[in-house]
């Protein structure tokens, strides 16, 4: 997946991102090369959670993701998967969450997380 990078010197894991018209702010600890403001990069996108799981069904279709206020959290609303959330841009869980939630499987959910984590991938 491809996608524009803006980057904040601030903290350093921190990069604002741009996929497929969604903009959002993840951190990053995957980088094996200089990245650039404006550039298109290959990246894998999961999440974070540091208490427990928040996943809820939802009675319609939507796909977006919903900053809460200016921190890291985000409202992950989408189609679940086996192991990914489609809300626009593929989130991929990879701690083996869903697996307590395969009955939501093709259904819209909505995932609460508090942080959105970004791999840059090999390039080549």
Known sequence: MEQNLKNYPHIEEEVTL????YEFT???TICPYVIEEGKE???YISFTILAQLDLLELDKEIKE????DEGYKYYVRGILHEDYIDAGIKIYDDDGYFNDYKYLVGKPVELLVDRIAVDFLDNN
């Open 65 to 68: 993701l919903k900053r809460i």
């Open 41 to 43: 990069y290959p990246v």
């Open 18 to 21: 741009e996929i497929n018209g």
């Open 26 to 28: 993840g951190f990053s």
